[in-house]
């Protein structure tokens, strides 16, 4: 099936720290959304963009629609623990109601 | 708790035989969508329900699956003749439809082993 170009694949890091995750498509996305999964778990809606440009923070999460609305990013300020899983972006495409997946990312968090 | 509810969360069955997943979408939303997640990937898009109208099937779908929404509220999905290939985690989500800002918000999955 169609997945998104999502990048990196993974990150280890340390607490404190910035992370900066993104997702490319050839196709055009009518909204961006990004989920956090935890191991045997559903994904769990971090942030919703619907309109090209858009820029979204939910506390330390800020996420943007890109301008061509082939790509989207997702930031995570000062890292903690609790951060560490793995992180979908999912994509909509215009006329459809389905959503198209990344590949994700997955975010080890040191202290 | 007033998420999606999906039932059972784990289930191990022997190849050739059927199984049956249900989802509880959050009340009053009138879509309901299935994913399949393998490991290591993002979920990928089944099928989904405006009310019981059963709109779009992914090319996934062979034909042993099967998908119904006989009232409009819950959903069952079920697998005949089951193959080791599908095991994966099935997932299911719900959305208000028909808003311009529509959002999907997923249940926690029932994790499908074939031996």
């Known amino acids: 099936g169609q997945q998104l170009n999502q990048s990196p694949q993974s990150m280890f890091i340390q607490e404190g720290e910035d992370v900066s995750m993104n997702c490319t498509s050839s196709s055009i996305f009518n909204t961006w959304l990004w989920y956090k999964q935890d191991p045997g778990e559903g994904p769990v809606l971090l942030i919703a963009l619907y309109k090209a440009g858009e820029l979204t923070s939910n506390g330390r999460l800020t996420a943007q629609f890109g301008i061509t609305r082939k790509d989207s990013f997702l930031n995570i300020s000062a890292s903690i623990p609790s951060d560490v899983g793995i992180y979908f972006c999912?994509?909509?495409?215009?006329?459809?109601?389905?959503?198209?997946f990344g590949t994700g990312t997955r975010l080890q968090v040191f202290p | 708790d007033t998420g999606v509810s999906q039932d059972p969360r784990h289930k191990i069955t022997k190849r050739g035989q059927n199984v049956t997943f249900r989802c509880d979408p959050i009340?009053?939303?009138?879509?309901l969508y299935w994913y399949r997640q393998t490991l290591g990937q993002g979920p990928e898009f089944l099928t989904y329900f405006q009310n019981e109208a059963q709109l779009e099937k992914s090319r996934l779908l062979s034909n042993r699956f099967s998908a119904e929404r006989p009232k409009g509220s819950f959903s069952t999905l079920e697998i005949q003749r089951t193959e080791q290939g599908d095991s994966a985690m099935y997932l299911c989500a719900s959305s208000l439809g028909g808003v311009t800002r529509d959002t999907q918000y997923f249940g926690p999955g029932t994790r499908l082993t074939v031996l």
């Open positions: 999912a994509g909509q495409l215009v006329n459809t109601d389905k959503l198209i």
């Open positions: 009340s009053e939303h009138n879509r």
